[in-house]
């Protein structure tokens, strides 16, 4: 297991005393206050300094704070496709491979909804950026975090892939664990959901077998996660236009965790999470008798097949369309008053911008994030 000591999660031992430091930082009596505000402001504090390991932790403490989170900012969390993930054979244990559209609610609440099915949770990749913050880092790591280390040179990477690949796979195959990963690097930005090649290569490195067998043994289960109000929408509309204008973006040092706040504080309207079918044997013949990286691609198209076709398309979507290309093609799915509410809408998250940029183009890159996914289940 030395091979995995930097990127495998907390054992119980180690969550047990990461979050009794943890539970002196003051950090805890603001987010006590936010998860708990009807009781004494060092309830949460108590809680991690009883927290017996990982699953207690994610019993007592995280699973409250995320029914906290979808009670004060959404309208509702619903799901299905959850009997997709009983029928799994072999070790029973899969790969989770999702969309990406918050960067820590998504993983939250697919763990949220294997509590409430009393189904084993999974461990979660996510990337070390992530973890510059030593409070956001106790939390993650003694959550099941695996971590993918990033910003590294091209040699590292491969090297780096290379470990991530087995310890997924040992995971999976021992029957120790499920994981959840997103089918991309970062969140996806214009509301298009394309899983990334490389991230199927990564897959099949640790592979001992031939390309059927290795991806076989994976048991990969699609997810889609969507909400009826993007988390983050308008930073990322930002981040796309200034790549457009300056040809890169540079992220400021605090900007992570100031998404993953605006992600939980902000009002998401309905959440829904689609459980999509696992990639089949036959599928996976299929795509194996393709040569080299075509193999590869027709497992990404099954892939983002599943992941598109289990998106919910809200009436939020549905205006995005109709406002970016101009249209009224599907003024069926909602009234003219949810139109101007979400003109307003729009407005109101333009005002807050930046001076400099063009709100014309902003507008667009905004409307494009919410009606792409419209488009995607068109092609």
Same mark, same amino acid.
């Given at each position: 297991?030395?091979?995995?000591?930097?990127?495998?999660?907390?054992?119980?031992?180690?969550?047990?005393?990461?979050?009794?430091?943890?539970?002196?930082?003051?950090?805890?009596?603001?987010?006590?206050?936010?998860?708990?505000?009807?009781?004494?402001?060092?309830?949460?504090?108590?809680?991690?300094?009883?927290?017996?390991?990982?699953?207690?932790?994610?019993?007592?403490?995280?699973?409250?704070?995320?029914?906290?989170?979808?009670?004060?900012?959404?309208?509702?969390?619903?799901?299905?496709?959850?009997? &997709?993930?009983?029928?799994?054979?072999?070790?029973?244990?899969?790969?989770?491979?999702?969309?990406?559209?918050?960067?820590?609610?998504?993983?939250?609440?697919?763990?949220?909804?294997?509590?409430?099915?009393?189904?084993?949770?999974?461990?979660?990749?996510?990337?070390?950026?992530?973890?510059?913050?030593?409070?956001?880092?106790?939390?993650?790591?003694? &959550?099941?975090?695996?971590?993918?280390?990033?910003?590294?040179?091209?040699?590292?990477?491969?090297?780096?892939?290379?470990?991530?690949?087995?310890?997924?796979?040992?995971?999976?195959?021992?029957?120790?664990?499920?994981?959840?990963?997103?089918?991309?690097?970062?969140?996806?930005? &214009?509301?298009?959901?394309?899983?990334?090649?490389?991230?199927?290569?990564?897959?099949?490195?640790?592979?001992?077998?031939?390309?059927?067998?290795?991806?076989?043994?994976?048991?990969?289960?699609?997810?889609?996660?969507?909400?009826?109000?993007?988390?983050?929408?308008?930073?990322?509309?930002?981040?796309?236009?200034?790549?457009?204008?300056?040809?890169?973006?540079?992220?400021?040092?605090?900007?992570?965790?100031?998404?993953?706040?605006?992600?939980?504080?902000?009002?998401?309207?309905?959440?829904?999470?689609?459980?999509?079918?696992?990639?089949?044997?036959?599928?996976?013949?299929?795509?194996?008798?393709?040569?080299? &990286?075509?193999?590869?691609?027709?497992?990404?198209?099954?892939?983002?097949?599943?992941?598109?076709?289990?998106?919910?398309?809200?009436?939020?979507?549905?205006?995005?369309?109709?406002?970016?290309?101009?249209?009224?093609?599907?003024?069926?799915?909602?009234?003219?008053?949810?139109?101007?509410?979400?003109?307003?809408?729009?407005?109101?998250?333009?005002?807050?911008?930046?001076?400099?940029?063009?709100?014309?183009?902003?507008?667009?890159?905004?409307?494009?994030?919410?009606?792409?996914?419209?488009?995607?289940?068109?092609?």
């Amino acid at each position: 297991m030395e091979e995995f000591e930097n990127i495998q999660p907390y054992n119980d031992e180690e969550a047990v005393a990461a979050l009794q430091k943890l539970a002196r930082h003051p950090a805890v009596l603001v987010i006590s206050k936010y998860i708990f505000p009807e009781l004494p402001i060092n309830t949460l504090k108590k809680m991690l300094l009883d927290v017996k390991g990982v699953d207690d932790f994610q019993h007592q403490i995280v699973s409250k704070a995320v029914s906290v989170v979808v009670g004060r900012s959404s309208s509702g969390f619903t799901y299905e496709g959850v009997e &997709n993930l009983k029928g799994i054979g072999g070790t029973g244990k899969y790969l989770a491979v999702s969309n990406h559209r918050d960067i820590v609610l998504d993983p939250a609440l697919t763990q949220w909804m294997l509590l409430q099915n009393n189904l084993p949770l999974t461990e979660i990749c996510v990337g070390n950026n992530l973890l510059a913050n030593g409070v956001v880092e106790t939390l993650l790591r003694s &959550n099941r975090m695996i971590t993918v280390i990033r910003g590294i040179s091209a040699r590292e990477v491969y090297l780096s892939s290379q470990i991530l690949s087995k310890f997924i796979r040992s995971e999976i195959t021992s029957g120790k664990s499920s994981v959840w990963i997103a089918q991309r690097e970062g969140r996806t930005k &214009n509301g298009l959901d394309v899983t990334e090649q490389g991230l199927l290569k990564m897959f099949d490195m640790s592979g001992e077998g031939d390309f059927k067998s290795n991806f076989e043994e994976l048991n990969i289960v699609p997810m889609s996660i969507s909400y009826e109000y993007e988390p983050c929408a308008f930073r990322k509309a930002r981040e796309i236009l200034i790549k457009q204008m300056t040809g890169e973006y540079h992220k400021k040092e605090d900007e992570d965790m100031h998404s993953i706040l605006t992600g939980i504080r902000q009002w998401k309207g309905g959440i829904h999470l689609c459980v999509g079918e696992p990639l089949t044997a036959k599928e996976i013949e299929h795509a194996s008798w393709y040569d080299k &990286n075509d193999r590869y691609q027709a497992i990404r198209r099954i892939l983002d097949e599943r992941i598109i076709s289990g998106y919910k398309l809200w009436k939020t979507n549905y205006m995005g369309y109709d406002l970016m290309n101009g249209t009224s093609k599907y003024a069926d799915k909602y009234t003219q008053e949810d139109l101007e509410k979400f003109k307003e809408y729009t407005e109101h998250k333009l005002k807050r911008t930046d001076k400099k940029l063009d709100k014309n183009a902003l507008r667009d890159i905004f409307w494009h994030i919410y009606g792409n996914p419209v488009a995607a289940k068109e092609d």
